[in-house]
């Protein structure tokens, strides 16, 4: 079956930089899309950024262009997403998780990815 195991969240002031690791164990993940989603306090989980099976094509929300790069090291069967220039508002929960091959393919959707990890947890202080 396979799953995603999050880590690399913590404390870190606004202004700060993270960077969270995905790694697949069980299975790889290689040959699909796959992409990160948060959830803050109160919230829905929404989409961050995605990475295409080679890395040669990503994707991101507005909130984070331009500042949180997606990239992926197949040989590591590992996701990353580095995150600069951290707001408060970026607290949340950070999930990764596999695009389904029926989604299109630049699918946002929490219904459009699938075999989750358990999060890793993320807070900007201001």
């Known amino acids: 079956q396979g799953q995603l195991v999050e880590s690399g969240g913590g404390l870190v002031q606004a202004g700060g930089s993270l960077r969270l690791s995905c790694a697949a164990s069980g299975r790889t993940f290689s040959g699909y899309t796959m992409g990160w989603f948060r959830q803050a306090p109160g919230k829905e989980r929404t989409f961050v950024a995605a990475?295409?099976?080679?890395?040669?094509?990503?994707y991101y929300a507005d909130s984070v262009k331009g500042r949180f790069t997606v990239s992926r090291d197949n040989a590591k069967n590992t996701m990353y997403l580095q995150m600069n220039s951290l707001k408060p508002e970026g607290t949340a929960v950070y999930y990764c998780a596999v695009r389904v091959v029926s989604a299109g393919p630049y699918a946002t959707r929490e219904e459009d990815f699938g075999s989750w990890g358990q999060g890793t947890r993320v807070t900007v202080s201001s």
């Open positions: 990475i295409n099976w080679s890395g040669g094509r990503t």
